[in-house]
Each structure stands twice: as structure tokens, then as C-alpha cells.
């Protein structure tokens, strides 16, 4: 939400850095205070999932051929969300 209501007053190119800025910060502020409540088996894996989807969303944004990757993946978007809705729905039974 901070993205669009910052554009107003910066440009984007500055305003979507500045978002994600902000937003580490927070998180590292959170973390710092409940260091002792985080999980770290979940924490290894979505750190284990960041890195490998970082690079691979990277090459994709940066594909020459962007235009090709869009349309393609717009026609498995559906699949895609409903593989996440799989697995966010498996992550938290298996908490349970």
C-alpha cells in the first residue's frame, strides 16, 4: 500500500526502492525484539525459497524476451495461485 500513496509525492523508480527499504527495516526491527519466538525451521525454509526464487524471478524480469514470459505466464497464473493456496493450506495444518 505504501507504494502507490508514495508515488503521489516521488517518483516511482524511487518510491518502489524506498517501499522495500522501509519494509526490511521494519522487519528487522521485529525480528531484533521476538528473536526468541522465531521458528527456525520455518525461517530455513522460506529462507532456503528466497534464495533460489530470487534469481530465478531476476532472470525472468530481465528476460529480453519479457513479453513471452507474460503471456505465458498469465495462462498458468490460475495454476500458480492455487499451487500456493496448496501449499499455504498444507503449511498451516502441518503447524497445527
Do not use: C, Y
Request: charged share 5%; glycine share 4%; hydrophobic share 60%.
Amino acid at each position: 500500500m505504501a507504494v502507490p500513496l508514495l508515488a503521489f509525492v516521488m517518483p516511482l523508480q524511487v518510491a518502489a526502492p524506498l517501499a522495500v527499504l522501509l519494509s526490511i527495516a521494519a522487519a528487522a526491527v521485529v525480528v531484533v525484539q521476538d528473536w526468541k519466538h522465531i521458528h527456525l525451521k520455518s525461517a530455513a525454509g522460506l529462507l532456503a525459497a528466497t534464495v533460489f526464487g530470487i534469481p530465478i524471478g531476476l532472470l525472468l524480469l530481465t528476460n529480453p524476451h519479457q513479453q513471452i514470459n507474460s503471456e505465458s505466464m498469465s495462462r498458468h497464473s490460475d495454476h500458480a495461485v492455487l499451487g500456493l493456496f496448496v501449499v499455504d493450506v498444507w503449511l498451516v495444518s502441518s503447524q497445527a
